[in-house]
């Protein structure tokens, strides 16, 4: 029941952004074996969100290309063309969100013919997506091991939590990619996918963009590293900014989709989304009217702190909880699946964490 729209974090003026160097409007361009193009490595990602995390490593050392760039494109229910097919094809490293939520782009890399390196982030953050059962964090994606910074970070003290994230985890996501104006429907892992809005999961990413580069690429290994080094040192950065939210004390939210939980519980935020209506959202007919009304419950009852709507997958039933809100005096966040319009994966999640922080002021 979620109805694609365009996302209004960054603006509408976001349709026109692609990330520098990060765009399918190079239009699969064949590079010329003889250019200096040629010389240079290709890296594919999902999203731009991956592509953007790549970029920050690679730099200008590799030349990143995506499919999804756009906030009116849905990850989750979006159809491979030809072109992407052929995007994929130029890469010898490949970027895949993993857990169910870009299947076609680890499709279009398994048959691929050159038969790319394949950075899978749900399996780089430790989620075991056979193990149905699990629904915590520390099942499947301890910060504790997951945080201990291979060879070239020399961030671990900064990222050893004394504390385990448990994340809350929801099933019951069906098979199928559907069409615009149809739920998003989809098989995926059993716990949360959206591993880009976890800091800890896409400094993995980048540790193994930077790993594989170099072995790949070894004369830029240096440019690489450093960079990967770099960037680790900026997402110790967004990670101070969700502790002095967290800091404020515990607070309690609702969300239209599981779209930032592990950002929130790393702020100190706490989800009281119903699992039903998580579950139940997935479905073909939605949330039950039971189901919707004890969800609305949670704002009229004032229990909650804040609202976050995924403006990516907005229809009915989000929108009366988002106008339930607005006359609760509860205040909404809204965030997006893709970059939107900022300029980079650390100014995104900079500015989805401004919102939440001015949200509980």
């Excluded at 756009?70 to 969100?97: C, G, M």
């Excluded at 056979?130 to 003290?157: M, V």
């Excluded at 004890?294 to 907005?314: F, H, P, R």
Aim: aromatic content about 4%.
């Amino acid at each position: 029941m979620k109805l694609q729209t365009v996302g209004a974090l960054f603006g509408a003026a976001a349709l026109a952004v692609s990330m520098s160097a990060c765009s399918t409007t190079n239009d699969t361009q064949t590079k010329d074996a003889t250019g200096d193009a040629a010389a240079k490595p290709t890296v594919y990602a999902s999203t731009d969100v991956w592509a953007s995390v790549a970029k920050a490593v690679v730099g200008d050392k590799a030349d990143v290309i995506t499919s999804i760039d756009q906030p009116n494109l849905d990850p989750h229910s979006y159809e491979a063309s030809v072109k992407d097919k052929k995007l994929v094809n130029q890469a010898s490293v490949v970027i895949v969100n993993g857990g169910g939520y870009d299947d076609w782009a680890l499709q279009l890399a398994k048959s691929a013919g050159k038969k790319p390196t394949v950075l899978n982030a749900v399996e780089l953050a430790g989620i075991d997506c056979g193990d149905a059962e699990g629904h915590d964090h520390e099942a499947g994606h301890e910060h504790e091991d997951a945080h201990e910074h291979e060879e070239g970070h020399e961030h671990e003290e900064a990222h050893e939590h004394e504390e385990t994230h448990e994340h809350e985890h929801e099933e019951g996501h069906e098979e199928g990619h559907e069409h615009e104006g149809h739920h998003h429907h989809h098989h995926h892992c059993a716990v949360n996918e959206h591993v880009f809005y976890d800091l800890h999961a896409v400094s993995e990413v980048a540790k193994a963009v930077a790993s594989t580069m170099s072995k790949a690429d070894s004369d830029n290994a240096a440019s690489y590293q450093d960079a990967a080094k770099a960037f680790q040192g900026k997402l110790d950065e967004l990670e101070s900014q969700a502790e002095q939210i967290k800091a404020r004390g515990e607070k309690h939210s609702l969300a239209t989709e599981p779209l930032a939980n592990y950002l929130l519980e790393d702020a100190g935020i706490h989800d009281l989304t119903p699992e039903e209506y998580v579950e139940q959202s997935e479905t073909e007919s939605g949330p039950s009217v039971k189901t919707q009304a004890d969800t609305k419950a949670l704002i009229t009852d004032g229990k909650v702190d804040l609202l976050l709507l995924n403006s990516q997958t907005e229809d009915p039933v989000s929108q009366d909880l988002q106008d339930a809100a607005k006359a609760k005096g509860i205040p909404v966040v809204t965030l997006t699946e893709t970059l939107a319009g900022a300029s980079d994966y650390v100014s995104w999640i900079g500015a989805a964490l401004d919102q939440i922080d001015n949200a509980l002021k």
